[in-house]
């Protein structure tokens, strides 16, 4: 039996640098965000949960379950990580942001293949030149590490998925990927690329 995924999309920031509108409700080439998201994973995982802190009315319209933050405060993507690890019953969670809307549609796949080869506890994905904190698969028995590293005061994902036994999955074949959409001038130049 081969090994069951559930992804969560992190749609629980605050979005300064997009004048705090909710980056996954922006709009590019005429659906939201989180939709290009969607539509780039659900062939290959088995749920699909939705992490937001806002607007949780709109993105239950999607089809999907929305978990806020256990801990309040917006408190970065470990928050939203920790809650959906403490939700899932699948063998692994697969963590990525709203704001990704070019991501490998085989990420799912690769990134467990990566996993398994390196028997790993966790992979985090590389667009070739640098890793990509918030693009992981992780197992769920992790939750417990990771509060404990958030109630800490930690944030830097990258210093706890150092703690672990961690592969890094390269798609250096899709350098643009992992590209994000932070500021109104990066949605444009995205929007045009997606609509050649």
């Known amino acids: 039996m081969s090994a069951q995924i559930e992804a969560v999309i992190l749609a629980g920031g605050m979005a300064r640098r997009m004048g705090g509108q909710d980056k996954g409700l922006v709009e590019l080439n005429a ?17 699909i949960i ?3 802190n806002r607007n949780q009315d709109i993105y239950a319209k999607l089809g999907f379950e929305v978990v806020s933050d256990q801990d309040s405060g917006y408190l970065g993507p470990l928050a939203g990580m920790i809650t959906a690890l403490s939700q899932t019953q699948a063998d692994y969670l697969l963590v990525v942001p709203c704001d990704c809307p070019l991501l490998p549609t085989d990420l799912a796949p690769r990134m467990l293949a990566c996993l398994e080869d ?10 070739g ?23 800490a005061g ?21 350098p643009n990927a992992f590209v994000n959409v932070n500021t109104p001038e990066q949605k444009q130049q ?3 690329e997606i609509a050649q």
């Open 154 to 174: 930690e944030r830097k994902i990258d210093f706890w998925y150092a703690q672990h036994k961690c592969a890094v999955a390269e798609f250096s074949d899709q």
């Open 31 to 47: 659906k939201p965000m989180i939709q290009h998201t969607i539509d780039r994973l659900q062939p290959s995982v088995a749920n």
């Open 118 to 127: 390196n028997q790993a506890d966790l992979v985090v994905a590389s667009d």
């Open 129 to 151: 030149k640098r890793e990509q904190p918030v693009v992981l698969l992780l197992k769920p028995h992790l939750h417990d590490s990771m509060k404990a590293f958030l109630d």
């Open 190 to 192: 995205l929007a045009a």
């Open 50 to 52: 939705i992490n937001a």
